[in-house]
C-alpha cells in the first residue's frame, strides 16, 4: 500500500519541499524575508524525527535566540506528536557551547561548574588587570579593551594569534600581552566571558580528536537559522563539527562500517543576505559564499514566495533594500493582495510620536485587533522609554523584549521599594528589599532576626524595627544602623503630605544613599541607571500624589504579569529578526537615529548599508500593516537635537506608499525637490564625522534630502519648510 506523504508537506511550495527531503548532503537555502526559511528547517526536523533518521539527541539545531529554540521545539512537537522528548542540541550557538564545554571542562582547563562572566563583570576584571598593568584607564578604557578583545574572540583568535599591527591599537602595543593575562585570570576564576564559549569549544574540538570524533558520531544533522548572521568563530566551530572525515577515518573507531551515510555532511544553513545585521559584531556574509567551497557538491536552493507579507509592504522593503550595493541578488514575489500601503507621518517631538502610535494601537483594539499582535520596533533602546510611558497613561499593555520594562528594571524597583515603604510603614516586602541596599550592615542575619520576631509580634517589620532599634536585642552596630533607618522613614513619611511628592522621591533617594551609590558605582551601567531614576521622578510628574502613582504602578505591574495577556510588543530592531507581527511600527526614521550616526561615522558605506538592512528587515516583519514614524525633535542623552527625516523615506517607492496627516510644522514639497545630493551627503558624513549632527544641532532650515544616487526614483519629499530652532519651552531640556 503506497504511503501517504506525512501531513507536515502538506502546503509546501516544490523549492521548500526540496530543502525539506535534501537530507544527505550540504544544502544552503538563500532566501528572502518571509519565504519560508525558518518553518522548512522545522519542518526538516520532523521529517528526519519521523522517517526514524536520528533520535532527537542527535540533531544539532542552532537558532539566533533562545525563544526561537523554544518555539521550534514546540512546532516540531506539533508536528511530529508527543514522539519528540526534548531535543537537548537545539539552541543558541552559546548555549550549545556552554553544553559542551561543561562536559568536558577539565580538557580546557576549566571545571564543571565554571561561571560565565556577563559584560559588567567582564569590564571590572579588565579595569583590575589595567590598574595593575599601570594603564591609564582614562586614556585607555577597559570598555573600549572588552571590545578588542570580543572582536578578536568573534573571529576565532586566542593570544598569541591576534595579529601584530592589532594589539598595537591597545596601550602602546600591549593588547595582546593584557589578553593573554586576562585569559590567565578567568583560568583561575574557573569562568569564562561569552566569546570563550565558542573560542573554548573550537580549542576543545580542535586539541581533543576523540572528542571531536565522539560529536561527528553524534551529530547526525546539523541545522542553522540566520546563517547570515554568524560570525568567523561560529563558522569555525560549525565547520569543525560538520565536516566529518572521510569514510576511512571512521572506519578506525568500527561505527562506520554498519552506516556508511554518516560520511556525509548532513548540514543544512538557511539564511539572508539582505537581513544580515551584526556586522559590528562580527558576522560574516561572506560565510554564505564560502559555504559551496567548505562543503563541496552543496545544493543550494532558493525560495522566492514570500509568504508573510501583503504586497505594498513586500514592494516598499525590496525596493529600499535595492539602494544597497553588496548583494548577492534575489527575487522576492506574494500571490496576496497589495493590501495597506506603508504609511508614514511626521510628529512634533518624540512624545508626539508617542501620541500617535498609541491613538493608533487604540483604534486597532477597537476594530479587535490582538495587541499580540502589534510591534514597535526601535532602532536604540531609549527610543523605548517614551512609549512605555504612553502605554502605562492609557493602560495599554505592553512587554519589552529582550530587557526588562522601565518599572520592572531593579534600580526602578529600588527605588518604588523606598516610596512604597514611606507610604505604608505594613509593606514589608517593600521594606525588606531596600532594608540594607545602600549597604548599611543589616545582613540576612538581622533581616531573618526582623522577619521572625515581627510576625511573632503579629506586627509589620518596620514597626518592629522601630520597636527593636531602641533596645538591646540586636547587637550595637545594625542597631545603630536601624536606629538611624528608622529615623530616616519617619522623617520621610512626616512631610508625605506637605512635600510635593516628586520632592519627596529626590530627597529620598538622596538621604537614603541610594543615588550616591550609583554614583560611586564604576560599573559600566550605573549611568543608565541613574539616568532611569531621573526618568522615575520625572514621570511622578503626571500624578497627583503619592498615593495615586504608587497604586498606578501596582497596577500597571499587575496588569501583564506573565506572557499570555494580550500586550503590545517593544523591542529593537535587532531582537526582531525571525518574528512576524501583523502590525509593525517604525518610529523614529530621522537622519543620526536611523541611519544612525554611529555606524556611518565608524563604518561609512558599509554601515550605511547595514542600516539599510535593518530598515528591510523592520519593514519584513509586517504582514498586513507597516507604519513609519519620524520626529522633528527628539531628546537624545538628555540633549535636544532637531532632526531631519530619514533618507531611507526617500528610498521608498511612492506607489506603495501613503503619506498621513502631517502635525508639527511639516509640510511636503512634492517629489524631486532637491538641495543636495545624497552621495555627497553621504560621503561628507563620512569623511567628516559628525558633519550631520552639526547639521542638526544648528536648526537645519531650508533644506531637504534629494534621492539623486543614480536609481533613486524619486527625492526631496521629506523637505521641510520651518524648522524651529528649539523645541517648545514645556519639553525643554531640565537644568
Ligand atoms: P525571515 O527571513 O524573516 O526569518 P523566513 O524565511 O524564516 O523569514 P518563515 O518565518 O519561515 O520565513 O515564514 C514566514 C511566514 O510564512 C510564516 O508565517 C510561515 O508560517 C508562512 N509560510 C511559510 N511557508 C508557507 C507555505 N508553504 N504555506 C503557507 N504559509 C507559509
Ligand atoms: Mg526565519
Known amino acids: ?19 525539506v527531503e535534501t537530507l544527505d548532503g550540504p544544502v544552503l537555502v538563500l532566501a528572502g524575508a518571509g519565504t519560508g526559511k525558518t518553518r ?12 526514524g533518521k536520528a533520535r532527537p539527541s542527535e540533531i544539532l539545531a542552532v537558532t539566533f535566540t533562545n525563544k526561537a529554540a523554544r518555539e521550534m521545539k514546540l512546532r516540531i512537537g506539533s508536528m511530529v506528536g508527543e514522539a519528540v522528548e526534548g531535543m537537548p542540541w537545539l539552541g543558541t550557538f552559546h548555549s550549545i557551547g556552554v553544553k559542551i564545554l561543561r562536559r568536558h571542562a577539565e580538557l580546557v582547563g576549566l571545571k564543571s561548574g565554571f561561571t560565565i562572566l556577563d559584560t559588567d563583570d567582564q569590564i571590572r576584571l579588565l579595569k583590575q588587570h589595567l590598574s595593575a598593568a599601570n594603564i591609564d584607564e ?11 578583545i570580543d572582536g578578536w574572540k568573534n573571529r576565532g583568535l586566542t593570544p598569541s594569534q591576534v595579529p601584530a599591527g592589532e594589539a598595537a591599537s591597545f596601550a602602546n602595543g600591549r593588547g595582546q600581552e593584557l589578553y593573554a593575562a586576562y585569559q590567565e585570570r578567568l583560568k583561575t576564576l574557573n569562568a569564562t566571558d561569552f566569546g570563550d564559549l565558542l573560542l573554548e569549544t573550537i580549542r576543545l574540538l580542535r586539541e581533543q580528536p576523540d572528542v571531536l570524533r565522539q560529536y561527528h558520531h553524534r551529530f547526525r544533522y546539523i541545522l542553522v537559522d540566520e546563517y547570515q548572521d554568524t560570525n568567523v568563530a561560529q563558522y569555525m566551530w560549525l565547520r569543525l563539527l560538520a565536516q566529518r572525515p572521510q ?9 562506520a562500517a554498519a552506516t556508511p551515510q554518516r560520511a556525509e555532511t548532513n548540514l543544512c544553513c538557511v539564511g539572508d543576505d539582505d537581513q544580515s545585521i551584526y556586522g559590528w559584531r562580527g558576522a560574516e556574509v561572506d560565510n554564505i559564499l564560502r559555504f559551496d567551497k567548505d562543503f563541496p557538491g552543496a545544493k543550494v536552493i532558493r525560495l522566492e514566495r514570500n509568504y508573510r507579507s501583503t504586497g505594498h509592504i513586500l514592494a516598499a522593503a525590496s525596493h529600499l533594500i535595492a539602494y544597497n550595493e553588496g548583494r548577492l541578488g534575489k527575487t522576492l514575489r506574494t500571490e496576496d493582495e497589495l493590501g495597506e500601503k506603508v504609511t508614514v507621518s511626521g510628529a512634533w517631538d518624540s512624545e508626539e510620536e508617542a501620541r500617535s502610535v498609541g491613538e493608533e494601537i487604540e483604534q486597532l483594539q477597537r476594530k479587535d485587533h490582538s ?3 502589534i510591534a514597535i520596533l526601535v532602532r536604540a533602546s531609549y527610543q523605548m522609554r517614551e512609549f512605555e510611558d504612553r502605554f502605562i497613561t492609557l493602560g495599554l499593555p505592553y512587554r519589552v523584549i529582550g530587557g526588562p520594562r522601565f518599572y520592572e528594571r531593579a534600580e526602578i524597583r529600588d527605588a518604588l521599594a523606598y516610596l512604597r515603604a514611606v507610604n505604608s510603614s505594613a509593606d514589608d516586602l517593600a521594606f525588606e528589599r531596600i532594608i540594607n541596599v545602600p549597604k548599611r550592615g543589616l545582613g540576612d542575619a538581622t533581616v531573618q532576626w526582623l522577619h521572625e520576631h515581627a510576625r511573632q509580634a503579629n506586627m509589620s517589620m518596620m514597626d518592629m524595627a522601630r520597636e527593636v532599634a531602641n533596645t538591646d536585642e540586636l547587637k550595637p552596630k545594625p542597631r545603630q544602623s536601624l536606629r538611624d533607618l528608622m529615623a530616616n522613614f519617619d522623617r520621610w513619611a512626616a512631610q508625605k503630605d506637605s ?15 541610594y543615588t550616591d551609590m550609583w554614583q560611586k558605582d564604576r560599573s559600566a551601567d550605573a549611568a543608565g541607571r541613574l539616568d532611569n531614576l531621573k526618568e522615575l521622578v520625572r514621570s511622578m510628574d503626571e500624578f497627583e500624589n503619592l498615593q495615586g502613582f504608587l497604586e498606578h504602578i501596582s497596577l500597571v505591574m499587575d496588569a501583564d504579569r506573565g506572557e499570555q495577556v494580550d500586550s503590545v510588543s517593544i523591542m529593537t530592531l535587532h531582537s526582531a529578526k525571525g518574528l512576524e507581527f501583523e502590525t509593525v511600527f517604525l518610529p523614529g526614521w530621522e537622519e543620526g537615529l536611523f541611519p544612525s550616526q554611529r555606524s556611518l561615522d565608524e563604518q561609512g558605506r558599509a554601515g550605511l548599508e547595514e542600516e539599510r538592512r535593518l530598515a528591510h528587515v523592520g519593514l519584513t516583519r509586517a504582514r498586513r500593516r507597516a507604519k513609519i514614524f519620524f520626529a522633528t525633535n527628539r531628546r537624545i542623552h538628555g540633549m535636544w537635537t532637531t532632526n531631519i527625516p530619514s533618507r531611507f523615506l526617500d ?7 501613503e503619506v498621513t496627516e502631517q502635525k508639527g510644522g511639516f509640510s511636503f514639497s512634492g517629489y524631486g525637490a532637491s538641495r543636495f545630493d545624497r552621495q555627497e551627503s553621504f560621503g561628507s558624513s563620512y569623511t567628516t564625522p559628525g558633519w550631520q549632527r552639526a547639521q542638526q544641532r544648528g536648526g537645519f532650515s531650508g533644506g531637504g534630502y534629494s534621492g539623486g544616487s543614480g536609481s533613486a526614483p524619486s527625492g526631496g519629499r521629506w523637505q521641510k519648510t520651518e524648522i524651529p530652532d528649539l523645541p517648545r519651552p514645556r519639553k525643554g531640556p531640565r537644568t
Request: aromatic share 2%.
Open 499 to 513: 512635600l510635593p511628592h516628586t520632592e519627596l522621591a529626590e530627597m529620598i533617594l538622596d538621604e537614603s544613599g
Open 1 to 19: 500500500r503506497a504511503q501517504a506523504a506525512p501531513r507536515y508537506l502538506d502546503g509546501l511550495n516544490p523549492e521548500q519541499r526540496e530543502a
Open 138 to 148: 582614562k586614556r585607555w578604557p577597559a570598555r573600549v579593551l572588552a571590545n578588542l
Open 247 to 255: 569514510r576511512n577515518d571512521l572506519l578506525a573507531d568500527g561505527s
Open 371 to 373: 495587541l499580540n499582535q
Open 40 to 51: 522548512v528547517l522545522t519542518t526538516r526536523i520532523a521529517h528526519i524525527l519521523s522517517l
Open 651 to 657: 528610498e521608498l517607492p511612492e506607489a506603495d506608499v
